[in-house]
């Protein structure tokens, strides 16, 4: 998916983890076989709870008709520049000027030529042209015409204003019978592209690397040792920092979810693996978040075959090594050679003494928070006490602190997708 980055003076002040939430969607509709996913557009974007204005333009209507849209998007649907009518209600720089985005999907090689050319002839090209909020643009067209060079410099010329972003298009099969690039994006793909178009992009042009999960650590082809850890927050982290511009790799030890979009994912299995995988990219990092539940021990020797109960007996006892500690070790390599890159952020899971509450129970996992920070020389610790049922470990939900040399700051309570915002909030205070 391609995404240009947003233009500075138009990303929005919202909830960055909710960034379409209450805000005005114009989703204009030109004419292409597929404006039927438009439907589906609507559905996400009043999901994410988005008001949504769509505008058609003559040719989309053959194609789908306006009730559909006007039913599910809850508005009336504006199509005429000239309707009298229309006019009165809906307004064309009413539109323009309520939108937070003009999102359109799909963009036909018409739309495009005619918003390059400057051209205001119906009443989308109008409204993409008064208006001052982002345009994204999700082009779909026949593969020819798509690499047509006169396609390619009309959406060259609109990605040079830096007033118009665009998303997509994919490659696949065409509805034309053609098969190469020219499908328009995949509707979630496009609603991360509005999301990201009103998300302030304070990580454009940084490199992140964050860590994920368990690591396994096999006894055999298949028991391993491993840990509680969901990977959500990793997981959480990676989405918030590519939402903010950064370019993300993430290193997932064995967890069942999906990498979000525009994320590069790196799988691995045991904790070398994890960190062969770190140290080779670190270097070229400029931050790294390691959320991973390392397992600080791996059985000593790996059967090459599923141990028998025979050969395991009645008694097991398993000679464990200690694993390379892996944030230490990137924050060894840094002060060796002096370097400031990449800042180092480590996680501390804790479960706090019992009899401790409140204010002390804080204090508890500050002190402890300090102590790894100050160990692994990291720049922050988030600190995550795990102890209570459903929040930390495997659960949506979680209270963070993050902890620096001289400051600590308690994160809101709320869901990770929050709270991921919330820990990338400080890392952008404390980065060069
Ligand atoms: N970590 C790591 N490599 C390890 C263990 C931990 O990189 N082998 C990282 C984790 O990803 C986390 C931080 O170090 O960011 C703290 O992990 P934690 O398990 O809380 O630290 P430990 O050093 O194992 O301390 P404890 O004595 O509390 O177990």
Request: glycine share 10%; net charge neutral.
């Amino acid at each position: 998916m391609a995404v240009s980055e947003a233009p500075r003076e138009q990303a929005g002040p919202g909830e960055p983890w909710r960034p379409l939430a209450g805000r005005t969607v114009v989703l204009g509709v030109s004419g292409g076989i597929a404006a039927y996913k438009a439907a589906e557009l609507v559905r996400l974007l009043t999901g994410e709870g988005a008001r949504v204005r769509c505008v058609m333009t003559a040719a989309a209507r053959e194609f789908i008709g306006p009730l559909t849209l006007q039913t599910l998007s809850g508005a009336p649907v504006a199509t005429e520049l000239f309707d009298l009518t229309q006019e009165s209600e809906i307004g064309h720089i009413k539109l323009a000027d309520d939108a937070d985005l003009v999102l359109v999907a799909p963009a036909t090689a018409d739309l495009i030529a005619r918003m390059a050319a400057g051209m205001a002839d119906d009443l989308l090209t109008t409204v993409m042209l008064a208006t001052r909020a982002p345009v994204l643009l999700a082009p779909a067209m026949n593969v020819n015409m798509w690499s047509h060079p006169l396609v390619e410099a009309n959406v060259e010329r609109l990605v040079g204003t830096r007033r118009v972003l665009m998303v997509g298009p994919g490659a696949g099969f065409l509805a034309c019978g053609w098969v190469g690039p020219g499908r328009m994006a995949e509707p979630v793909a496009i609603v991360e592209a509005a999301r990201r178009a009103l998300t302030r992009q304070d990580l454009a042009g940084r490199k992140v690397l964050v860590t994920a999960g368990p690591t396994a650590e096999a006894i055999d082809p298949v028991r391993f040792i491993g840990n509680r850890s969901s990977g959500k927050m990793g997981f959480a982290l990676a989405a918030a920092a590519a939402a903010r511009g950064a370019e993300v790799t993430l290193i997932a030890g064995p967890v069942g979810l999906t990498a979000p979009l525009g994320v590069t994912r790196v799988d691995v299995e045991d904790a070398r693996a994890m960190q062969r995988e770190v140290m080779a990219r670190e270097g070229g990092a400029d931050v790294l978040v390691m959320a991973a539940a390392v397992a600080d021990y791996r059985a000593q020797g790996q059967a090459a075959h599923k141990l028998t109960k025979e050969e395991l007996g009645a008694e097991l006892r398993l000679e464990l090594t200690a694993n390379p500690d892996i944030l230490a070790g990137v924050g060894l390599a840094r002060a060796e050679r002096a370097r400031t890159r990449p800042l180092l952020v480590g996680f501390a899971a804790e479960t706090p003494s019992a009899g401790s509450a409140g204010d002390a129970r804080d204090a508890e996992l500050v002190a402890r928070a300090r102590g790894k920070l100050t160990r692994k020389r990291c720049d922050l610790v988030v600190a995550n006490d795990v102890s209570t049922q459903g929040v930390g470990f495997g659960g949506d939900e979680s209270r963070l602190l993050v902890v620096g040399k001289d400051a600590v700051e308690v994160l809101a309570p709320g869901t990770k997708a929050a709270l991921a915002h919330g820990v990338w909030d400080q890392i952008v205070k404390v980065l060069p």
